[in-house]
């Protein structure tokens, strides 16, 4: 079990909190503070891994290093910022990474058209509504940003949203088939240096599971992750299984997808969402029972297959005011109520396997 921290000064919980969930061994982390090809200095990741490592931590997981726009639109400059990445997975292979965890997505990362919508049960969390989709991205991005407040959002960086006209632009010639052309060829370069350094790359799925403001999206059904995984058949070329990424889109039957594609499963993300008729979604306790992602069976699935990977609580609902000083959706309480509902269903199925052996 691990959990996402953001970093000293950018982050409501300390690591000396998260000591205090029962189980939680790995810090997940990242320099936040760099953009997406900027270089990441051996001295910074050295000091990161150390702090996180002198709180009895393991410092295996990195989510994000973000892949620069013009990788993913194909433009003559993506060689430079592959070096960078290709800089920087053997930098963090030196300090003892084992799985990077980024995302394809062009333009935006994960979006939601509200981060404090209120529940019944009067907390709050994030939201998404079809219908408000439709207006301008950059009234979108901006909303996200003041909902932010204090907080770097990953995906969503001032600088890159300042630019939105030009990335739209940019990205007019990519459909889906040159996306895949151009992860195909990122991978094609990442991987066997993944293979030397033994660092394991696990792509995050789209979220949402489609397209938005008709941008291409590759990652959001079980078709395309076979499609993803056959780029590159490498065990090194692997997957950041979000459930909650995926579970927006009723069809994605996620126990299957853990099934199907277990031994390249690198990091299992837990989130529950709340899919409404309309389309609308919510994102909820971890309870199975409080929304659509049945996580009793999903951790049952990766169970029989002896899941050896990282695993941690997704976003969370904001509880007991903490929405005035957390990040959206990564507060501490949900996330600590999710970690341990996650720990008793994994421990009852431990102990059920002992038994019956
Ligand atoms: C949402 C996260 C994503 C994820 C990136 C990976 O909270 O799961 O932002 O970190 O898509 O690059």
Redesign the pocket.
Known sequence: MTW?WYGDNNDSITLDHIRQIPGVEGIVW?LHDKLAGEIWEEERIKSEVELIKSKGFNADVV?????HDDIKIGLASRDHYIDVYIDTIRKLAKYGVKVI???F?PVF??TRTDLYRQLPDGSNALFYEKDAIVTDPKEMAAKILKGAGKFTM??WEPERMAKLDELFDAYKTVDDQVLTDNLKYFLERIIPVCEEVDVKMA???D?PPWPIFGLPRIIRSKDHIVNFLNLVDSPYNGL?L?T??LGPNLKNDLPDMIHSFADRIHFA?I?NVKVYDNGDFSEVSHRGKDGNVDVYEVLKAYHQHDFKGYIRP??GRHLWGEEKECRP??GLYDRALGAMYMTGIIDSLDKRKAEQS
Do not use: K, L, Q
């Open positions: 996402r990242s989510e994000s290093v973000n892949v965890c980024y995302n997505m990362d994960w990953p995906g792509i995050h799925p979220d950041t979000c909650g990424s993300h989130r997704d976003h959706g990564y």
